[in-house]
DNA sequence: TAAAAATTTGAATATACGTTCAATAATTGA
DNA sequence: TCAATTATTGAACGTATATTCAAATTTTTA
C-alpha cells in the first residue's frame, strides 16, 4: 500500500509500542488485566509510567490494544492459510497447521483470548468483544464454506457443515490447550487431529 | 452418611450462603471478578456488606467457595453419568447428556469456569486451579477408561484413548457454547456430537 | 415480658492503583 | 555550541472499593 518513507523516530516509537505490548501480554496471560497495574507494566517494559500514557490513553486502551492487535494477526494466519490453493483435505491441513503455530507462538494472547471471549469480560461495554467475536465467525464461516466444496464435490459426506466446523475447532482447540499446558515441546501434527474427525467425513 | 438434625436455623443459614452465592455467580459471569464490589453482591442478594463477611472471610473466599462447589457438583453430575450401567456407546450418551444438562442448567458458572482455567486467573495462586485441574485430569482419564474398554470389546477402533477423550471434550465444548452463546432453545442432541466421532471410532 | 444472645446494618477507614503534570533529560537543527 | 523541541520521569493526587465494627435490630431464652 504506502511507500512512505518511516523516519528512525517513527521506527524506534513503533518498536517502543510493540515492546511495551508485549511484555503488558506476558503480565496480563499470567495474573489477568486487574492482578496488572500500569507500575508493573512500565518496570517490566523498562519505561516510566508516564511513558506508557504518552503511548496509550489509559490501561483500558493498552489492552484494548493489545487484544484487537493480535486477533487481527490471528485472524489473517488462519485465513492465509485457507487461501494457499489445494483441495479441501490439504487446505484443512494447512489451517490446522497455521493454527499449531499460531497457537505456540503466542500462547499468552491464546489464553488471553479464550479467558475474555468465554467468560465475564470487562470489554463488553466496549466493542472489542463483539470484533472478537466477528472474526471467530468469519474464521468458522470460512471452514464451512470449504466443507461445503467438499461435499458438493463428493469427497465429503453430507454433513451438517456448522457442525463440522465447530467441531474441527474444538478438537483442535482441546488438543493444543493440552499439548501447551503441559509444556509439551514434541511437534503436534495437523494430522492427528484431522483423522479423528476424518473417517466421519470422508467418503471412502 | 450423616443424620444429624439440621435446625431451621442452619437450613436458613445455608439458604442465605447459597443464595448469596448464586446471585454471585450470575454478577461474577457477566461483569468478571474485579467488576463486582461487594456492594453490588450486597444489594443484589438483599444483604447488607457486613451480613456478607459474617458468611466469608473475604471477597476472595466468597468466589472460591462459589467456584469451588460449583466444581465439585459439575464433576461429580458427570461422574454419575459414568457409573451408570450400559454399553460403552451408551455410558458415553450418558455423559454427554448429562454435560448437556449441566450446561444448561448453569451456563453463568460455565462461563466462569472456562474463563478462570484456560487463561489469565487471580487463583493461580491460590490451590483452586489445581483442583479444577485435578477433576478436569480425572474427568478425561474416566473417559479413556471407557474408550479402552470398548476398544478391549472391539467395539472402538485401537485409536489413541487421550485423543478421542480430548476430542469428545471439544466437540462438545464449542457446541455446546455455539448453542448456549445463541440462547438457542432448541433441545441439543447429544447423539449429534457423538456422531460426529462415531464413524472415526466405531467398528461397523 | 424482659434480659441475653445472635444477627444485621452501613457509615467510616484504610489502601491500592490509575492518572496527571511540572520538572528533567535527551535529541535535533541552526 | 546552544536554543528549541521532543521524550521521559515519578512523586503527588483523587477515586474506588474491600474491610471493619459500634450501633441497631431481631430472635431466643428463662
Known amino acids: 500500500m504506502s511507500t512512505e518513507r518511516i523516519t528512525r523516530k517513527q521506527r524506534e516509537h513503533l518498536q517502543h509500542r510493540s515492546e511495551i505490548l508485549q511484555?503488558?501480554?506476558?503480565?496480563?496471560?499470567?495474573?489477568g488485566f486487574h492482578n496488572v497495574t500500569m507500575q508493573a507494566i512500565a518496570e517490566a517494559s523498562e519505561f516510566s509510567v508516564g511513558t506508557l500514557y504518552n503511548f496509550f490513553r489509559n490501561k483500558d486502551d493498552l489492552y484494548r490494544a493489545l487484544l484487537s492487535e493480535n486477533v487481527a494477526q490471528f485472524h489473517s494466519g488462519l485465513q492465509n492459510a485457507l487461501d494457499a490453493p489445494g483441495s479441501e483435505t490439504e487446505k484443512l491441513?494447512?489451517?490446522?497447521?497455521?493454527?499449531?503455530?499460531?497457537?505456540?507462538?503466542?500462547?499468552?494472547?491464546?489464553r488471553l483470548y479464550y479467558s475474555e471471549t468465554m467468560g465475564a469480560?470487562?470489554?463488553?461495554?466496549?466493542?472489542?468483544?463483539?470484533?472478537?467475536?466477528?472474526?471467530?465467525?468469519?474464521?468458522?464461516?470460512?471452514?464451512?464454506?470449504l466443507f461445503a466444496g467438499g461435499i458438493r464435490r463428493k469427497v465429503f459426506k453430507n454433513l451438517d457443515t456448522r457442525y463440522l466446523?465447530?467441531?474441527?475447532?474444538?478438537?483442535?482447540?482441546?488438543?493444543?490447550?493440552?499439548?501447551?499446558?503441559k509444556f509439551e515441546d514434541r511437534e503436534i501434527d495437523a494430522?492427528?487431529?484431522l483423522s479423528l474427525l476424518f473417517e466421519t467425513v470422508l467418503i471412502k
Open 23 to 31: 511484555t503488558a501480554m506476558d503480565l496480563f496471560a499470567r495474573d
Open 165 to 181: 466446523a465447530l467441531a474441527l475447532d474444538g478438537i483442535s482447540n482441546t488438543i493444543l490447550f493440552d499439548h501447551l499446558e
Open 93 to 110: 491441513r494447512n489451517w490446522l497447521t497455521a493454527k499449531i503455530r499460531l497457537f505456540r507462538e503466542n500462547i499468552a494472547f491464546v
Open 121 to 145: 469480560s470487562f470489554n463488553v461495554k466496549a466493542g472489542l468483544n463483539r470484533e472478537m467475536l466477528a472474526k471467530y465467525e468469519d474464521s468458522l464461516a470460512q471452514l464451512e464454506r
Open 191 to 193: 494430522d492427528v487431529m
